[in-house]
């Protein structure tokens, strides 16, 4: 998908009768706040609505074995679908149609019902940054995302056609139930667009980040953010310390901070493992705290951001500074064949 482009949840009207892939989202979403409510409020009222939610041992189905969700709308008050979207137009005390369009009031309910949706106060700069921060305050970090690749993440972000103030979270390419689930990149990703452009959906937001992090290229750069560089420093790009990183950043701008391996005997520069980012002094970013224990959106002062990442191994930091009117900023070529913006910086 290219960027900047919203995702519709359903891209156009649909009605019983009808056979076709924006039927079966429907079908996942029935299901998704089925599931998510029946979790969260022990209500299974919708559940019971679409006996085919079950198996025979009265287990959940996977979407993969659900043939409930096969496209088909069936004709007649007795088609499953009609059946679960009549009891959930009731539940949410919303008009009961038999058609439903694009991210009408139905979607936007039953999205919201299935715990994937975030809403963003359209601000941008650090009042934007912080609102997010506020929406995703009991958000749980992705279970498993820091010991995958960046290819192997399951939870992205998109936003949503139509409703500029609205984003949505795909599982594995498709709707699933929630919670929402982020992890440093894709907190890191939707933090950067909502400060620099309020929304994500702008042609600077890029909702897959399988490229991001370890060999690929670096996020912020998607921003016209540039890595800071220093003259009076042997490993120039990489920055050992928070003290050093003071030393260099200015409180009235942003900056993308990436943890990476540490460098070898060589001086040849590690992966990038951690995204955060700086405003201020204050590290905002997702960390996995313990097994996964709420809060997982973190603020830090830089000297506890340093503890945090170098408990786990060595490495040192990129920094990489938002972009201004007089800036100035040039283009290198990584040897893994990824553009960087590069900015030369002093010290303060």
């Known amino acids: 998908m290219a960027r900047g482009v919203a995702k519709s949840l359903i891209s156009g009207v649909v009605k019983p009768g009808n056979r076709s892939d924006n039927v079966k989202n429907l ?39 659900r043939a409930w969700a096969d496209g088909d709308w069936g004709l007649g008050p007795a088609s499953p679908t009609t059946i679960a979207l009549h009891t959930f137009q009731k539940m949410a005390g919303i008009p009961i149609t038999n058609q439903v369009a694009t991210n009408d009031i139905t979607v936007l309910r039953l999205a919201e019902q299935a715990g994937i949706l ?12 912080k609102d997010l921060n506020s929406v995703l305050s009991d958000v749980t970090y992705e279970p498993g995302a820091d010991t995958k690749a960046g290819s192997k993440l399951n939870c992205s972000f998109y936003g949503l056609e139509g409703r500029t103030e609205k984003v949505v979270q795909w599982q594995n390419g498709c709707i699933q139930p929630g919670p929402i689930y982020m992890n440093c990149t894709t907190y890191a990703n939707l933090a950067l667009s909502i400060y620099v452009n309020g929304n994500a959906q702008n042609s600077q937001y890029d909702p897959d980040v399988h490229e991001i992090g370890d060999e690929g290229p670096h ?57 955060a980012i700086l405003y201020d002094k ?22 506890e951001f340093e503890t ?17 009117a007089g800036d100035s900023i040039f283009t290198l070529k990584s040897e893994e064949g990824h553009k960087d913006l590069r900015i030369l910086v002093t010290a303060a």
Do not use: C
């Open 282 to 303: 204050t590290v905002y970013h997702s960390w996995p705290n313990g097994k996964y224990s709420l809060p997982t959106i973190m603020s830090q002062s830089l000297e």
């Open 27 to 65: 079908q996942l979403l029935l299901r998704a706040a089925a599931l998510f409510q029946s979790q969260r409020n022990n209500d299974n009222t919708l559940v019971k609505a679409a006996p085919s939610f079950h198996t025979k041992q009265h287990g959940l189905i996977t979407i993969q074995d």
């Open 118 to 129: 975030i809403d963003l106060s359209l601000r941008s700069g650090i009042s934007g940054l």
């Open 219 to 275: 996020l912020a750069v998607n921003y016209g953010f540039a890595i800071m560089d220093r003259k009076d420093a042997k490993n120039s790009s990489a920055f050992l310390t928070a003290n050093e990183i003071k030393k260099y950043a200015q409180p009235d701008r942003l900056y993308s901070i990436e943890w990476a391996l540490a460098l070898d005997d060589e001086g040849h520069q590690g992966y990038v493992h951690h995204e």
């Open 308 to 324: 945090l990442m170098k408990t786990r191994h060595n490495g040192y930091f990129y920094v990489l500074q938002e972009p201004r």
